[in-house]
């Protein structure tokens, strides 16, 4: 009986040896490669897509509160320009890009016992925005967020006054992945969720508080050239 586990381990410490000369032969998986791409350096392109908004005002009259909300959807486009630094896998950028659109909106009915009418417009709006993506092999997912400059516009009319809403600031926050193509160009695909935040009105007529808000969504893709 000794014997044979003495046979039995002289067989496994055998086939351990056999097993890890074969295993040391054996290839190494790589841990993901850098894109070869080099993403350093300025670009500029242009971009089209679409977008849908959200527009809310409380209306605040002798104690009693109402709302008026608009929502609306359009096509939008414009031009995007910006600077890369990339560290390693790490690409870091600045962004900035302007875009016209579509997108309008009106309302009707009544509130606090008398009719009234609203309309709501966004001609155009602009942002600069940081970046920070990961240049992985062919392709760089991203993510993004920074300042909105835009003329984000509504009016209405009730018998008590004329309602005036401007807002030009707001925030953006998003993603987006961008892939090489041909040399030095790029394509891309973005998200961005915008919101102006919640901002007061001017009304003309009686002792009427308003504050209004924008939530606006937009998807576009892009092409970009690399200097």
Known sequence: MIRLFGFIAVGVVAGGLAFGAQAA????????MASAYNWTGFYA???LGGGWAKRSTDITQGGAAGNVTM?????LGGIQAGYNWQSGIVVWGLESDI???SLKSSASG????????ASAKL???GTLRGRVGAALNGWMPYITGGAVYGYFHG???TPAGTLGSTAWGAWTVGAGVEVPWMNRWTWKAEYLYIDT???SDSFNGGATLTSSRVKLNVLRAGLNYHF
Do not use: E
């Open 155 to 157: 009016d209405g009319t």
């Open 99 to 101: 875009q016209l659109t």
């Open 45 to 47: 392109g242009g971009n």
């Open 110 to 117: 009544v509130m606090f016992g008398n009719p009234f009418s």
């Open 71 to 75: 929502n609306s959807s359009g096509l």
């Open 123 to 125: 001609p155009y709006f």
């Open 197 to 199: 935040g919640s901002h």
């Open 25 to 32: 032969d054996l290839p190494v998986k790589a841990p993901p």
